[in-house]
C-alpha cells in the first residue's frame, strides 16, 4: 500500500527514468548474447520536454571462440574490430548500475523504459547478474501502451511508431538511436494518454497496463486520410510517402498512380514492410509524367537525391562503377585507360569466373582455391570434397570447354558462359509453359529446411557452369551498357500509334533530353552521340542504363509502343532485333 500511495502522485512526465535499448548476437536473449546495449536519462519535468539527444552506449566483448554472425553484423553495423576492443562485460554491469542508483529515489523503483520489455529484460537482468546486483528494476514498455491506446494502429514495432511520432531511425539496428527513439514514442504516448484517457500519473498507467488490450482488428486506423488518397490523380508518374516531420520515406513510381497507391492500403495482402510504411505516412505527393519510361527515370533520380529510408535498391551508398583490364586481372573505379571492360557492378563480381578457371589450371586439390571457391559461391566447404569437385571440373571442361586441356583464355571462358546462359534461357522458357499448363495445382508445398547434404557431381556441375554463366552476362550486358549510353530512344506513349512519339536521349549514360519528338524525321537535337566505347562515369549513370534496359524490355512487349535505339554507329534496333537483343541482358 505504501508503494501505491508514494507513487500515485508522480506526474508520467517527472517519473526518473532511463530509455534502454539491447542488441543481441541472435534472434533471442535466452539463446544469444548481449552484443550492445545504451541508455538514456529522460529529464524529470512535469510536462515533457524536448527528448534528449545523448545517451551511453556500450559494444561488449564477446568470447574469441564464439564469433558473431555475418548477418548480425551486417544488420548492427558493428564491425569485427567494435567487438575485439568492445568493453568488458562487467564493467558495463557496474556502469548500469550506477546510472540506476543516479535516479532519484522512487519507491518501487528503479524504473527502465524499453519498447519491447520482453526482450531487453532478460539482456538488462543477466547483465546485471554478472556483478551480483540484486537490484531489479521494473519496466514500463512503451509497446503495451501502444496496444492500448493505438490499437488500431497497422504496426506498432519501434522503428513504425517512432516514426508515426516523427522520429525517423537509422536502417541499421544500434542500441542508442533506438534508445532515443524510444524516448520519443513515450512522449507521444504521453500526450495520448493524457488526451483519450485522462492518465497523467503513475498510477493510472499502472492499471491501464494491468489491463487486456482490445482484441487485434484489420480495420486500420491509418493516419493518411481516404479521401485524400482518393484524389490522387491517375496516369503515370511518380509518388512520395512522406512522414509526420517531412521526411521522404519512400518514393516509386507507377503507370497508375492511384491504383498503385491505394494499393498500399489493401490491408489483407500487405506484407511487413508495407504496414510499417503506411503506420508512418501522413502526406502523398504526386508528380505525373508523361509515360512509365520518364516516371522510371524521375523515381531513379530522387532516390538519389532524397536517399529514403524505405528505397534500398537504388540508394546512393558511395558505391563506383568498375572497370577491367582485357585479361580481367586488374580492375579500376578512377577512369584510368586501360581498362575497357565495363561497366561492372562491383570489383570481384567476375571472381566467381576467375576462380573457376583458375581451378581448371590448378585442380580440385588445391585446397585453398577450393575453399576460396566454396567462400565465394556460398558453399558450405564441408558440402564439397576434392574429388566431386574435381569430377565436376572435368565434366566442364569436356562439355563447355571442347576438352581443352591447360588454362583456359578469358575468351573461351566467356564464349562458354554465353552458351550456358542461352541453354538456361531455353529451360526458363520450357519450365514456364509448363508452369502455365499445370495452374495452380502444379505448385508443391513448401519444404521443412534440413541440414543440406554433400554436392554431387552434377550439382557442383551446375555451380560451375551458374558461376561461369552469370559473369559473362555481366560482362555481355556492359557491352549494352556502353552502346546505350550514347543512343536515341524513340517510342509511342501507351501503345497507342495516334499519340506523339517521345524522344529520350543519352550521352555518357546523362539524360540529355526527355519529351515529345518535334517532328516525324530525326530530333532536331540530340542525336545518338559519336561512336566508340565511353566510360560510364558513375553509378548513377549505371543505374539508369539498367532501368532503361529494363523499361526497353516492357515496351517490345507492349502493342504498338514501336521503340527504336538509334545508337553512335548509325544503326537503329527496331523492336524485333530489341527483342532478341534484350533477352540476353
Known sequence: MARERSTSDIPLGALPLLAVDCQTTGPAP???RLLEIAWVRLPMT????????DGVSFVLAQPPD????TAILRLTGISQEDITGGADPKAVSRALREAMESLPPVPGGPFLLAHYARFERPCVE????????????????????????????PRRGLRAISGYFGHGIHDLKRALPNALATVTVWYGLLDLLDSERGITGLRG??????????????NWDIP???EDRLAIPDGPGVYRFLGASGQVLYVGKATSLRSRVNSYF???RADEKVLELVTQTRLIETTPTETALEAALLELELIRSLNPPYNTLLRDRGREVWHYSPDLGRCSCEGATG????????SDCLAPMLMVRELLDRGAADEKHRDLFCSVMAIEPSRLDADTLEEALDRFRIARLDGLAGTPSITSMLRAGAAIWIEKLAEREEARQVEEGKGAEGCEPASVAVAEPPLSADQATRYLEGAVSHCAHLVRRSRWFRLLSDSLLLWTPGGVTSRSRRCLVLRGGQVIRCDALRHAGEPEDGGPGPGGARRIPDRAAYERLRLVTTELRRLVSTDGAAPEVHLPTERVLSAERLERLLRMQ
Open 30 to 32: 535466452a539463446t544469444s
Open 46 to 53: 512535469a510536462q515533457p520536454g524536448p527528448p534528449p539527444s
Open 66 to 69: 564464439e564469433p558473431v554472425a
Open 126 to 153: 543477466s547483465l546485471l547478474d554478472l556483478t551480483g546486483t540484486a537490484m531489479r528494476p521494473v519496466f514500463i514498455c512503451t509497446w503495451e501502451i501502444a496496444r492500448r491506446v493505438l490499437p488500431e494502429l
Open 205 to 218: 498507467l499502472l492499471e491501464l497496463l494491468q489491463e487486456p488490450p482490445p482484441a487485434r482488428t484489420r
Open 224 to 226: 493518411m486520410p481516404r
Open 266 to 268: 489493401r490491408t489483407k
Open 339 to 346: 581498362f575497357p571492360v565495363g561497366p561492372l557492378p562491383s
